[in-house]
């Protein structure tokens, strides 16, 4: 295994929570399905999305990543790449405030030009281009 799958699998190993960064209202859609499959092997989801408000199914839904009550482990991003910028400042805003973001994760075909850069220098694990859901196959073996 190369070492950034080898971060991917610890990174996902040793997470509770996520904040979902789009998480979508439509079943078939991988901003949905991912979630919700992982919601049922019992992650802690809470999507961030103003147009999914209170909830998706079972998961909750805030308007922006200042309102998820709970510590996050990972930020996951199911965005376009063009907004991952925008996202990762207000994950590292966020971190600023209540030092509790530990990790940024863009998925898969998911870029952006300065994540890596600047989640090096809040020291926050910055993962992209990567399925969560095949990392999650990893782990459970």
């Not at 952006?112 to 281009?129: L, M, Q, R, V």
């Amino acid at each position: 295994m190369n070492d950034s799958l080898l971060l991917a699998i610890e990174t996902l190993r040793s997470a509770k929570n996520f904040a979902v960064v789009g998480l979508s209202r439509s079943p078939g859609k991988s901003a949905h399905d991912i979630p919700m499959f992982m919601a049922r092997e019992g992650y802690n989801i809470i999507g961030v999305n103003p147009f999914a408000t209170p909830a998706v199914e079972s998961v909750p839904v805030v308007e922006s990543l200042l309102d998820v009550p709970a510590a996050i482990d990972i930020v996951n991003v199911f965005r376009p790449s063009e907004d991952t910028d925008a996202i990762i400042d207000a994950a590292l805003e966020r971190n600023i405030q209540r030092g509790d973001v530990s990790c940024i994760w863009l998925q898969q075909g998911i870029t952006s030009k300065h994540g890596a850069t600047k989640c090096a220098a809040a020291g926050i694990t910055y993962i992209e281009d990567t399925c969560i859901y095949v990392i999650r196959r990893y782990v459970s073996e």
